[in-house]
């Protein structure tokens, strides 16, 4: 058995990874001088993977693989490769299989020994605003109550995203500065960066859906101008969001549900609650499975298709998701 497979997975993308740095700063202090390699399910074959794992570096004696988007791995030929290679007792070669899920499929978790298979839980409201308050006072800041609730309300709730929103108040204020909620407005509520994620946030508003369908516009085009233009990126992280809805229109079928259970779920903030909760109004679980269905041949679409038709391509699945819930378009409807 590789001693050296880990699996990470879970919606805290914070502490998985400052554990996958941990971890490789520890493979490197072993070997020296290590390759790094960073791969994704969508753009990479697993089979590939495998391949560079199971062939000798000529160039340096250690190596550390992630492979992202874990939970699609499922195909038979796919547990058989990790099986294959878990059992060369390879100590050169750390392989983490990582997923925003906080599972991944049985027949491949049980490949990875069980003391290298970790969840990262999303934290508990209180738990962000300890970890945010201790964040800004390790750099040097104060910061107010009132602040915290408005970064926390403004910002994915993941470590890692809080982590580069608060960055811009470290450079627009010197040292021992109070950070107050007007502080907050000026620079994240004015100046926020849009993604996939307030895509997905406008999207589920309780607006009407020519307004929904304005913002959601405006936002893409806010997107494809900045650095973080890909459109592949885009589809993947609305990808994510709408499994996430699923997720909690599978949990809402049953009735009530705990705060534990929401939390195991990722579900623990307010926001998330709250936000997802709008979702599950706008879509049911037939709507959000198309819709995913939909962003799955958008993603073929265009990765075949080139750059030449990108925008209309995704401006069409925007319309699709708003006024058709995620059915193919024959033709435009105004509202």
Same mark, same amino acid.
């Given at each position: 058995?590789?001693?050296?497979?880990?699996?990470?997975?879970?919606?805290?993308?914070?502490?998985?990874?400052?554990?996958?740095?941990?971890?490789?700063?520890?493979?490197?202090?072993?070997?020296? $001088?290590?390759?790094?390699?960073?791969?994704?399910?969508? $753009?990479?074959?697993?089979?590939?993977?495998?391949?560079?794992?199971?062939? &000798?570096?000529?160039?340096?004696?250690?190596?550390?693989?992630?492979?992202?988007?874990?939970?699609?791995?499922?195909?038979?030929?796919?547990?058989?490769?990790?099986?294959?290679?878990?059992?060369?007792?390879?100590?050169?070669?750390?392989?983490?299989?990582?997923?925003?899920?906080?599972?991944?499929?049985?027949?491949?978790?049980?490949?990875?020994?069980?003391?290298?298979?970790?969840?990262?839980?999303?934290?508990?409201?209180?738990?962000?605003?300890?970890?945010?308050?201790?964040?800004?006072?390790?750099? &040097?800041?104060?910061? $107010?109550?009132?602040?915290?609730?408005?970064?926390?309300?403004?910002?994915?709730?993941?470590?890692?995203?809080?982590?580069?929103?608060?960055?811009?108040?470290?450079?627009?204020? $010197?040292?021992?500065?109070?950070?107050?909620?007007?502080?907050?407005?000026?620079?994240?509520?004015?100046?926020?960066?849009?993604?996939?994620?307030?895509?997905?946030?406008?999207?589920?508003?309780?607006?009407?859906?020519?307004?929904?369908?304005?913002?959601?516009?405006?936002?893409?085009?806010?997107?494809?101008?900045?650095?973080?233009?890909?459109?592949?990126?885009?589809?993947?992280?609305?990808?994510?969001?709408?499994?996430?809805?699923?997720?909690?229109?599978?949990?809402?079928?049953?009735?009530?549900?705990?705060?534990?259970?929401?939390?195991?779920?990722?579900?623990?903030?307010?926001?998330?609650?709250?936000?997802?909760?709008?979702?599950?109004?706008?879509?049911?679980?037939?709507?959000?499975?198309?819709?995913?269905?939909?962003?799955?041949?958008?993603?073929?679409?265009?990765?075949?298709? &080139?750059?030449?038709?990108?925008?209309?391509?995704?401006?069409?699945?925007?319309?699709?998701?708003?006024?058709?819930?995620?059915?193919?378009?024959?033709?435009?409807?105004?509202?």
């Amino acid at each position: 058995m590789a001693l050296l497979l880990y699996s990470f997975t879970g919606t805290e993308s914070g502490e998985k990874a400052d554990a996958i740095n941990a971890l490789r700063a520890k493979h490197q202090k072993k070997y020296g $001088e290590i390759e790094n390699h960073v791969f994704y399910s969508s $753009e990479t074959p697993f089979a590939d993977v495998i391949s560079l794992l199971l062939n &000798g570096s000529l160039f340096s004696p250690g190596r550390f693989v992630v492979f992202n988007n874990a939970e699609v791995l499922k195909k038979k030929e796919e547990v058989e490769l990790l099986s294959q290679w878990a059992k060369t007792e390879d100590d050169t070669s750390v392989l983490v299989l990582c997923s925003d899920e906080n599972s991944i499929d049985k027949k491949i978790e049980n490949i990875v020994p069980k003391e290298n298979r970790r969840v990262f839980w999303e934290m508990f409201q209180d738990k962000k605003e300890q970890w945010l308050r201790s964040y800004f006072m390790r750099e &040097g800041y104060k910061i $107010e109550s009132d602040a915290v609730d408005a970064i926390l309300e403004l910002v994915e709730n993941n470590t890692a995203e809080l982590k580069r929103e608060c960055a811009r108040f470290f450079a627009c204020f $010197e040292k021992d500065h109070l950070i107050t909620v007007d502080d907050v407005d000026q620079i994240l509520s004015h100046n926020r960066e849009e993604s996939p994620f307030t895509l997905f946030d406008a999207l589920a508003t309780n607006a009407a859906p020519s307004t929904r369908l304005e913002n959601a516009l405006e936002i893409l085009q806010k997107i494809r101008l900045s650095k973080d233009s890909n459109a592949v990126s885009l589809i993947a992280g609305l990808t994510f969001c709408f499994r996430r809805l699923l997720v909690w229109q599978k949990l809402k079928e049953n009735g009530a549900v705990s705060q534990f259970d929401l939390k195991i779920k990722g579900f623990a903030s307010k926001k998330a609650q709250d936000q997802y909760s709008r979702a599950s109004r706008i879509w049911n679980i037939d709507d959000t499975n198309r819709i995913l269905a939909l962003l799955a041949s958008s993603d073929i679409s265009l990765r075949s298709g &080139g750059q030449a038709l990108e925008d209309t391509l995704l401006q069409m699945m925007l319309y699709s998701i708003v006024n058709k819930r995620g059915e193919e378009i024959s033709e435009y409807v105004v509202d």
